[in-house]
T-cell receptor
């Protein structure tokens, strides 16, 4: 199957700083990628849809100025958590599917963000 | 909007036994996919099985099979001969062709007891 790689797997940052998470499709081009947030023992909540070459589409209640998404190439989407606060601590997961042949979503390994 | 309901937050079974995880969903779409994903302690999401809504035949994948009841909007997962490696969170999900979004249920934590 297709491979989606997410980096870093873990990151600790101080309150007020920004942190960037990368999501790469390694063996296919992804025009669309998705970013999820998962709280402990809970389900995946879709945050936004990342569209190559255009603005991301955010789900209701997600602050677009807090969670900046850039999809500058067909293989890379980034999520930047700006001015991080402890309540932003969570597990973030990206996914992508092979365009035009949807059979499944391929997920990155996830990033555990801890804001101290 | 699509909703997915998993009514069993936790389940546990002895290894080698069979277990069934429940899932119901609600959608206004006529064409959609249904999935079961597994999330082990590593937290990597892994596809277990997929069902196209237009297919009447239930999908099977080795020890994993589904009971898809379209009219009832039910999509249960049966794991036969369960193994310790099956211990994980299991999420049922629907896929909407219109916006290519996955909607996940709340998950069932399955523990296989040796």
């Amino acid at each position: 199957g297709a491979v989606v790689s997410q980096h870093p797997s873990r990151v600790i940052c101080k309150s007020g700083t920004s942190v960037k998470i990368e999501c790469r499709s390694l063996d296919f081009q992804a025009t669309t990628m998705f970013w999820y947030r998962q709280f402990p023992k809970q389900s995946l909540m879709l945050m936004a849809t990342s569209n190559e070459g255009s603005k991301a589409t955010y789900e209701q209640g997600v602050e677009k100025d807090k969670f900046l998404i850039n999809h500058a190439s067909l293989t890379l989407s980034t999520l930047t958590v700006t001015s991080a606060h402890p309540e932003d601590s969570s597990f973030y997961i990206c996914s992508a599917s092979v365009p035009g042949t949807y059979t499944e979503a391929f997920f990155g390994q996830g990033t555990r963000l801890t804001v101290v | 909007a699509q909703t997915v309901t998993q009514s069993q937050p936790e389940m546990s079974v002895q290894d080698a036994e069979t277990v069934t995880l429940s899932c119901t969903y609600d959608t206004s779409e006529n064409n959609y996919y249904l999935f079961w994903y597994k999330q082990p302690p590593s937290r990597q999401m892994i596809l277990v099985i997929r069902q196209e809504a237009y297919k009447q035949q239930n999908a099977t994948e080795n020890r994993f099979s589904v009971n898809f009841q379209k009219a009832a909007k039910s999509f249960s997962l049966k794991i036969s001969d369960s193994q310790l490696g099956d211990t994980a969170m299991y999420f049922c999900a629907t896929f909407n062709f219109g916006n290519e979004k996955l909607t996940f249920g709340t998950g069932t934590r399955l523990t296989i007891i040796p």
